[in-house]
């Protein structure tokens, strides 16, 4: 065989190889995520069993209990300002998704008319076909939070 010959053998045995290990690299992962535990257990016990550690160092030393731990303090009700510039913001600042602006009284008039049970129903509830789902941005807003939020925007957009 003459040296081109010799090339394009060397090349096409590369090129056959390089195939080779890609189908069976290809073919591990499809093995691995196949196999990835589709049925496996995900209750929160079988979880917590998984990542329960493997072992422990036993220095002989007494381990007093961890103390109860306190029960939190409610937290105090934030301001229909901060609830606005926490959450509300988002649209009624900038219009997003079709929501008034604050400040534009020409948007909010029929909305005001509507009166303060409407707003707020709205506010918790969300307005089915708009951008303003239930509590807005807001998921962890207490009712009255959201009720001066609403009295924020409307007071500001007269």
Known sequence: MDNKTNTYFGFSMMIVVAV?????????MMCGLHNRGGDAD???EA????????????????IAAPAPA???????????????KGSCFACHGTGAAG????GDAAAWGAR???GMDALLQSALNGVPGTG?????????????????AV?????NSK
Do not use: F, Q, W
């Open 151 to 155: 009295e924020y925007m409307i007071s």
């Open 70 to 84: 306190a029960a939190a303090a409610p937290a105090a009700a934030r301001s229909g300002e901060d609830v606005y």
């Open 132 to 148: 303003m789902t239930p509590k807005g941005t807001c998921a962890t807003c207490s009712s009255d939070e959201l009720k001066a």
């Open 112 to 114: 005001i008319a509507k």
């Open 99 to 102: 929501a008034p602006k604050v």
């Open 47 to 62: 979880t917590t069993a998984r990542i329960a550690p493997v072992a422990m160092l036993n220095t002989g030393a007494a």
């Open 20 to 28: 080779a290990v890609l189908d069976i690299a290809i073919s591990s």
């Open 42 to 44: 995900m209750s929160a």
